[in-house]
């Protein structure tokens, strides 16, 4: 069967309708192949449970995932119920927090989809835009505050969100009015054009030494930098980031942004709308795995970039401004927000939002919520921030969180601390094993040898994916599982705890089962061999990689 051509389903979609409307009315349990194309700019995909698939493939199996946008993931409290009642309703009785800080929603049912999105709607919740070749979930630093020169730089994820916002009528049509999809005046965005981005475009906001969002991963990255008054000045650009890769292509590669230069706060709107034409204008549109802007920078370099960017906004860009060196913040714990009040950081492995037994976290940030009326941000490490509690809630807050029996940031060590998976099986269908539902183990064993090793402190940055396209940012971890085949995945070694660098390949083809003994000899190695305070990406890039290679070898320990 011919593959629909992307560009012109996008092209003849008549402003991201397609034929969503006429299929939503169908008895079907999916879309086609062309409608399915156009979905995702509405932020839902079309999956199957691939488990249930292999049990019985006489059953249709489909299902969605609806993904919300939630610019900086700044979410009121009725926001946060609209989308808990919506998981219990339609969904499959969990919320995922993604890497890009917003939910999603898995198990929805195709006759479920329009009352979800409608639901989301009434509670000011979009999900145009989650998705698709467009601009996705502007992310910014999570942590509330009420310094203004902060709260302006995370201002700055709205006034992107509303600047790049795809100019349709569509998606009141389809999923909120319900009205018939006759339009003789499809208005051609001024931005996207008719055919939208060669693929999808990411944009994260930073404060200059704070990494929380992984800036450097982005198609545009912005750093705010502030004067000796605390004054916010502008913006360092980074242009150029992104994770995915495709295994055995070398055409396809991980790559980390590059720093363009510096704008004022005034220059932000207008700069970044025009490297978003840029990709649009110069993005590979005859090979999809080729599409995203990291690879204009890395074909055409970076002084081109500027000069056509320039030449785009009318004004040159400024010399770069100082920073000092990236760590990352999560937030976990308890913080001041600076205006009398706190917040609370709650871990959540994984981004999974759920009871399970005695753990009852989606059932008592719900009670938390709900009794103190209280806003959340969720973060670029899938956590949530409860924002604005008193001092006088702060006990009634720790109460409610003993008896759900919540863990907190006390509870956990540094590895499990850090670590992110994606979702991968059995619903993603890019996914080519295991990611989100092995990954707490693989951190049991890995607690477990840190532990016998008397390293238990070793805050080591482990990312899983169930495929090489990078949802969790594996590239940048001091250790990556990256899928390969069923249960067996690369090991890439060599990222550091900033975000700043990426990891490179280590070991292929590695069983699931075999991962951390695998490992185990070049922990053992860190211990014996690192410098004081040296990270373990740090050890690995300092020894080399065929040094760690030839120490396995040595312990009788290879992979393929």
């Known amino acids: 069967m011919v593959k629909p051509n992307v560009e012109q389903i996008k092209s003849d979609s008549a402003g991201l309708r397609g034929s969503i409307g006429d299929e939503l009315a169908n008895s079907d349990r999916y879309f086609s192949d062309n409608a399915e194309k156009i979905l995702k700019f509405h932020g839902i995909y079309q999956q199957e449970d691939r488990e249930a698939r292999k049990l019985d493939r006489s059953a249709d199996h489909h299902q969605?995932?609806?993904?919300?946008r939630l610019p900086g993931g700044q979410l009121t409290a009725a926001q946060y119920i609209a989308h808990d009642d919506l998981a219990t309703t339609y969904g499959n009785g969990t919320l995922r927090i993604t890497t890009r800080q917003d939910f999603q929603f898995h198990g929805v049912l195709k006759g479920?989809?329009?009352?979800?999105?409608?639901?989301?709607?009434?509670a000011l919740v979009s999900t145009?835009?989650?998705?698709?070749?467009?601009?996705?979930?502007?992310?910014?630093?999570?942590?509330?505050?009420?310094?203004?020169q902060r709260l302006a730089v995370q201002d700055f994820a709205f006034q992107l969100t509303r600047a790049l916002y795809p100019v349709t009528s569509a998606y009141h049509q389809i999923w909120v009015d319900g009205e018939e999809l006759i339009d003789d005046h499809v208005v051609e965005d001024p931005i996207y054009g008719k055919t939208y981005l060669p693929r999808k475009f990411k944009i994260a906001i930073a404060y200059a030494g704070d990494n929380c969002v992984d800036v450097y991963t982005n198609d545009v990255g912005l750093v705010a930098i502030f004067d000796e008054a605390n004054t916010l000045t502008g913006f360092n650009l980074l242009v150029g980031g992104g994770m995915g890769m495709t295994h055995n292509n070398d055409a396809t590669y991980a790559r980390l942004a590059d720093e363009v230069g510096f704008?004022?706060?005034?220059?932000?709107?207008?700069?970044?709308?025009?490297?978003?034409?840029?990709?649009?204008d110069f993005g590979d549109r005859e090979n999809r795995k080729h599409a995203r802007l990291k690879y204009i920078l890395a074909d055409r370099g970076v002084e081109w970039f500027r000069d056509e960017l320039e030449r785009r906004v009318g004004f040159s860009l400024q010399p770069l401004q100082p920073m000092p060196p990236f760590f990352v913040e999560d937030h976990l714990g308890w913080n001041e927000q600076g205006d009398g009040l706190w917040y609370l950081g709650i871990p959540v492995e994984n981004g999974r939002v759920v009871d399970r037994g005695d753990y009852r976290l989606r059932s008592g940030l719900r009670a938390i919520i709900e009794r103190f009326d209280l806003g959340t941000r969720l973060t670029a490490q899938q956590n949530i921030l409860l924002v604005g509690i008193t001092d006088e809630q702060r006990p009634a807050v720790e109460a409610l969180i003993t008896e759900y029996q919540i863990l907190t940031v006390q509870d956990i060590t540094p590895v499990r601390r850090n670590a992110i998976a994606c979702v991968a099986l059995p619903t993603c269908g890019l996914a080519l094993t295991e990611a989100e539902r092995v990954f707490p183990a693989v951190i049991d064993q890995v607690e477990d040898a840190l532990d016998d090793l008397n390293i238990a402190d070793a805050g080591i940055t482990i990312r899983m994916t169930g495929c090489p396209n990078g949802c969790a940012r594996p590239y940048v971890a001091?250790?990556?599982?990256?899928?390969?085949?069923?249960?067996?995945?690369?090991?890439?070694?060599?990222?550091?705890?900033?975000?700043?660098?990426l990891a490179k390949p280590f070991l292929d083809l590695v069983h699931l089962n075999d991962l951390i003994p695998t490992l185990r000899p070049v922990l053992t190695y860190y211990r014996d061999e690192r410098q004081a305070d040296e990270s373990f990406g740090d050890f690995t890039l300092r020894v080399g990689l065929d040094t760690l290679r030839q120490h396995l070898a040595g312990e009788g320990v290879a992979g393929d």
């Open 64 to 68: 969605f995932m609806i993904r919300t």
């Open 112 to 122: 479920e989809l329009r009352e979800t999105v409608r639901l989301l709607n009434h």
């Open 128 to 148: 145009l835009g989650a998705c698709g070749d467009i601009v996705r979930n502007v992310m910014a630093c999570a942590a509330p505050t009420s310094d203004p």
């Open 263 to 280: 704008i004022t706060p005034e220059q932000v709107v207008e700069t970044v709308k025009a490297v978003v034409t840029i990709h649009r």
């Open 478 to 501: 001091e250790i990556a599982f990256v899928g390969r085949s069923l249960e067996k995945y690369t090991i890439f070694l060599g990222g550091n705890p900033a975000g700043t660098r």
